[in-house]
């Protein structure tokens, strides 16, 4: 994708209201990027730049993000979630588990949490629930180490989807 079709250069609240919430309630990555982007931005600049400020975050600024994110098919229901994890999960299905998949879903997510500390983090978009829910299987046994990388890896891969998604609604 190519620049997004707005003026340039934003105000600094501007661009912390659109780009705040690529990482789940953490507009400190956006803040941090601000300023390394007066050439204009591009998905995948921009998601270079964020990508590399979490990176170098702290191992306790990870934790604030992966704990930001809400439990999939769990506790919160879909009104409590923010516009882009309600449709996001919606997309995916999540919405419309049967009795059995929820069941599954709030069984894996209290293993999962009690484990790791965290929720189950999976960039929902293009997979259907069933698929998910294989995967939460397989992950739930993983070590801690391996899974928060892979949490991390499932956030920046959200991150870069919110602003595909933000790079849409400017081209229209």
């Known amino acids: 994708m190519s620049a997004t079709p707005y003026p340039k250069p934003l105000e600094r609240s501007d661009f912390i209201n659109i ?12 803040e941090a990027v601000y300023l390394k982007t007066d050439q204009g931005i591009n998905v995948a600049s921009m998601a270079a730049l964020m990508r590399s400020v979490v990176d170098v975050a702290s191992y306790e600024d990870k934790l604030k993000i992966l704990r930001s994110h809400p439990d999939l098919a769990g506790r919160l229901s879909l009104a409590d979630l923010t516009q882009s994890s309600r449709s996001e999960q919606s997309g995916a ?12 879903f709030q ?13 189950f983090i999976f960039a929902v978009k293009g997979f259907h629930r069933t698929e998910i829910l294989d995967a939460f299987h397989i992950r739930v046994n993983n070590d801690f180490n391996e899974e928060f990388k892979t949490a991390i890896e499932q956030v920046h891969r959200i991150a870069r989807l919110r602003l595909e998604t933000i790079a849409d609604e400017y081209q229209d």
């Open 19 to 30: 780009f705040g919430g690529v990482y789940e309630h953490s507009p400190w990555v956006a």
């Open 93 to 104: 299905g999540l919405d419309r588990c049967t009795h059995e998949e929820l069941k599954q």
């Open 107 to 119: 069984r894996l997510n209290g293993i999962y949490i009690n484990k790791f500390g965290f929720p």
